[in-house]
């Protein structure tokens, strides 16, 4: 049951996989991810085209019959995009196949939105719909999707229980729809073909559950989310018999057709990022799970950002460990560099004590000084670099330390937040106070308020990391194009632009997503900025980054003594 869960989770809106996966080598793979993430708003804006017309359309449905058509049509659009958009237009199919007296397809529809809510952690409500419905009309495929979403609701009510009574119960309930289920399903329907293969391989008989892949994968169409069911499955087969060149570009094409389809619930990323994790390669995790963290809070799942925080607290423990080797590695420069300057200390006073016994050498002493004033001045230059980077070191450090603690501050308050919320909205369901509820749910008043807090968390941050920030930058431009700031703790959207280039974040379009402005938004802001300068334009942004390296140096220096 367990193995259940966690497949049931990994494989909720996957979309289709190459084929060919097993003839493509793994590091290409990861590239053409890397370059499908900078190109990914190109893929959204596909599927935003796409409902785009599916929009016009049911605005202009002639009948209630080309309204339901089009509004399942667009339910399934949505379904791996955005989930309460996907939960609205079930119910609008619910509305209008009742209003038809289509009792049928309005059962079959709430069977789809139980499954809908189980599969975002809304397990009350998945249970509550499915009592609603009336089995009795409900035949073949329609009646399978019943059993199946009761399946899936009792499967995560079993892995999620701390009940091993209740877990039993569950896990027998889960089992008995499993099995209504398989009966009355079409030999080649996928939720029979997923279960039939998940259940062979929870009985570890691998041969028979790749058996049942290959047939699955024979009847299903390429770039269909069933086809990337079925190779997320292929990777899960491959795992099982420890195959992992396999099992890494099966998982890679599933990440790569995801991006590509415009998928916000991306859990074939999240898999992914774990596995980079486990190979080391740090970075790119980081990378993967902070894009699939955009992702999670446009699609609106739970689950979703339950899996994400353990991880990336797992990567911020990684880069500090990091920290710790490299700083480890400078000291070790650094008593080098002791031992050699005494050993220069020792050349000196031996030169010194020849010249005054060797008077008649006068002429190999003169040599010998010249020799050694050139290792003072090679040491010098190299004392002078261990300055400028043990600088930047201190740096990075601080700029690390502070964001990351303030991040940590940050994602435990989130979840404080988040649980306040469910709290609250659970009691207004049971208390059925739905119009609250909806008020609740449908201000932006939440998002507004949490942007703010986010912004004047950030600016805090970095006016403390870099208190003459301001003032460095309106000592490079004009005195009309200089920045005044209304409220000295807080910087205006000019001044965060270039305070994210001044950590480094100097990519437009990540700005963009930062400051929820749009690209051209940014490149207006900058150029405006540039063109007001007393110094060369072109220079102007890499004299921003370091501003503040030297001073923060030196803020930390007498810090340090004083411990």
Not at 412 to 419: A, H, P
Request: glycine share 4%; hydrophobic share 40%.
């Amino acid at each position: 049951m367990t193995c259940y869960r966690l497949i049931v989770h990994l494989i909720c809106g996957l979309l289709p996989l190459s084929l060919h996966a097993q003839e493509r080598p793994f590091k290409s793979l990861l590239t053409e991810i890397d370059r499908s993430i900078d190109s990914s708003q190109t893929y959204v804006n596909k599927r935003n085209q796409r409902i785009s017309l599916l929009r016009s359309q049911y605005a202009e449905a002639a009948t209630d019959g080309i309204r339901y058509d089009v509004s399942f049509r667009l339910y399934e659009e949505y379904k791996p995009f955005i989930n309460d958009s996907a939960i609205f237009f079930l119910n609008q199919c619910i509305s209008t196949a009742t209003r038809m007296k289509w009792f049928d397809k309005a059962d079959e529809c709430r069977a789809w939105l139980a499954l809908r809510c189980s599969n975002t952690g809304m397990y009350d409500e998945s249970l509550a719909v499915l009592e609603r419905i009336d089995a009795s009309q409900l035949k073949g495929a329609s009646l399978g999707v019943y059993y199946f979403a009761y399946t899936h609701v009792y499967g995560e009510l079993a892995y999620y229980t701390r009940l091993d009574d209740m877990r039993k119960f569950y896990g027998d309930k889960s089992a008995l729809y499993r099995r209504h289920m398989l009966a009355v399903l079409p030999k080649w329907d996928n939720n029979r073909m997923q279960t039939l293969e998940l259940e062979l391989m929870n009985a570890k008989r691998y041969q028979e559950s790749m058996s049942v892949n290959d047939e699955w994968l024979r009847h299903v169409k390429r770039g269909t989310h069933p086809y990337a069911l079925v190779a997320m499955y292929r990777y899960l087969e491959y795992k099982n018999v420890n195959d992992t060149t396999r099992m890494m570009r099966w998982l890679a094409e599933s990440v790569l057709t995801d991006i590509r389809n415009g998928v916000m619930d991306q859990g074939s990323m999240w898999e992914m990022a774990n596995q980079l994790m486990v190979m080391g390669d740090v970075d790119r995790a980081y990378r993967y799970i902070s894009f699939m963290s955009d992702c999670a809070a446009k699609f609106g799942s739970r689950q979703r950002m339950t899996q994400i925080s353990p991880l990336l607290a797992a990567i911020a423990r990684q880069y500090k460990a990091e920290s710790e080797h490299n700083f480890h590695q400078l000291m070790l420069t650094l008593g080098i560099i002791s031992v050699m300057a005494l050993l220069l200390l020792a050349s000196l006073f031996y030169v010194n004590r020849q010249r005054r016994r060797l008077a008649d050498a006068r002429d190999n002493l003169s040599k010998s000084n010249d020799k050694l004033f050139d290792l003072n001045t090679q040491l010098s230059e190299l004392n002078h670099q261990l300055k400028a980077s043990n600088g930047k070191l201190l740096d990075a450090n601080r700029v690390k330390e502070e964001y990351v603690g303030r991040f940590m501050r940050l994602c435990s308050s989130y979840v404080d937040r988040l649980d306040d919320f469910r709290r609250k909205v659970n009691r207004l369901v049971k208390n059925h106070q739905y119009n609250e509820l909806h008020d609740l749910t449908h201000s932006s008043q939440f998002k507004d308020q949490e942007l703010d807090e986010l912004y004047a968390n950030f600016d805090s941050a970095f006016l403390h990391l870099f208190p003459n920030f301001v003032d460095a930058f309106n000592a490079m431009l004009r005195p009309e194009e200089r920045v005044v700031l209304s409220d000295k703790l807080r910087l205006n959207t000019t001044i965060r632009i270039f305070a994210l280039i001044r950590l480094g974040i100097d990519d437009s379009s990540k700005i963009a997503e930062f400051l929820h402005y749009s690209v051209n938004t940014i490149y207006n802001y900058r150029a405006r900025v540039k063109n007001g300068t007393i110094c060369d334009r072109d220079t102007f942004e890499e004299k921003v980054k370091n501003i503040g390296g030297t001073e923060a140096t030196e803020l930390i220096t007498p810090s340090n003594d004083k411990a």
